[in-house]
């Protein structure tokens, strides 16, 4: 079993392939290998290797297969390449994942990995269960299309019945929200751990800006003037800016949605919720 020792390029790892729903038969029974192209302080680049096996690759079976290309669903068959944060380098997170050794580059393969770690444009950046998406995916779509399909639509019933049923849920709670709720609350409560969240200093930071903020608004009475609301929700914004500023730019998709979330309450608890629409005016991240 390989730990999670710092990667080196041409490293060649396998792992067992994990099933890509929950409607999807629990054990597949297959194996899959990916190469380390490249590694810099950032950023990990990642191969995904074409073969599928019942048992894992010797590390010569699997340095003699090619990079695999994408062709399931929308993709047209690019390369399976993608980079990986450096902090988030876990190859435990895969199943059954095994270190089989190092692999030569080709002068192709160190190409891409220098542009994946140098945030080249048009390459992806994920974790290492994107590995898995792509070799089992593509083995899927490859001998058990139909199958995929199914499940694929039953994924996405389920995802709509509940998000339907979360935004039903958010309606509920702006009904009966106060400031006093609110300032019960722990905002960014799943910021943990960083990574990949944020440092502890400026998720701590950003909840006593939050709550600051609602003790300003509550201040304003049971009905503020809109002009008042806007500069404080203003000056929340622009405390997230330079915050996320100094911290190296940490907002990314997840707290960019979390505050996202805690603007909007904000906003609509103080009668004021048409300033949501200017957030994005205010924030530069």
């Keep these: 079993m390989a730990r999670d020792k710092a990667p080196v390029a041409g490293e060649i790892y396998s792992f067992r392939t994990s099933p890509l729903s929950g409607f999807a038969p629990p054990e597949t029974g297959r ?30 079976v699997a340095n003699e297969a090619v990079v695999l290309h994408e062709h399931r669903f929308a993709h047209t068959g690019r390369m399976a390449v993608f980079g990986v944060n450096a902090d988030w380098w876990a190859p435990s997170d895969l199943d059954s994942v095994s270190l089989l050794g ?95 969240f944020p440092p502890v ?12 903020a609602c003790r300003e608004l509550r201040e304003l009475g049971p009905r503020p003037p ?7 929700l203003r000056r929340c914004v622009e405390w997230f800016n330079e915050a996320d500023k100094a911290a190296g730019e940490v907002i990314e998709t997840e707290e960019r949605e979390d505050i996202y979330a805690v603007l909007e309450e904000m906003a609509f608890v103080a009668k004021q919720k048409s300033l949501v629409d200017e957030i994005d005016t205010w924030r530069e991240w």
Excluded: M
């Excluded at 990916?34 to 019942?54: D, H, P, Q, Y």
């Excluded at 994920?126 to 694929?152: C, K, P, Q």
């Design 31 to 60: 194996y899959a290998a990916f190469k380390v192209l490249g590694v810099n302080e950032r950023f990990v680049a990642i191969a995904v290797l074409g073969g599928i096996w019942s048992t894992p690759p010797s590390l010569r």
């Design 201 to 212: 200093e400026f998720t701590k930071a950003a909840r006593e800006t939050v709550h600051s």
């Design 102 to 196: 190092s692999g030569r580059l080709s002068p192709e393969e160190q190409a891409i990995g220098a542009k994946i770690i140098g945030f080249g444009i048009g390459f992806s950046y994920s974790t290492l269960r994107f590995a898995n998406h792509a070799a089992e995916g593509e083995w899927r779509w490859e001998h058990d299309r139909d199958a995929l399909l199914v499940e694929s639509e039953k994924s996405k019933a389920k995802a709509a019945a509940e998000r339907a049923a979360k935004e039903e849920r958010y309606r509920a709670r702006l009904k009966n929200l106060t400031w006093e709720k609110l300032l019960a609350e722990t905002p960014f409560e799943r910021w943990a751990p960083s990574p990949p």
């Design 226 to 232: 809109k002009a008042k609301v806007r500069s404080i």
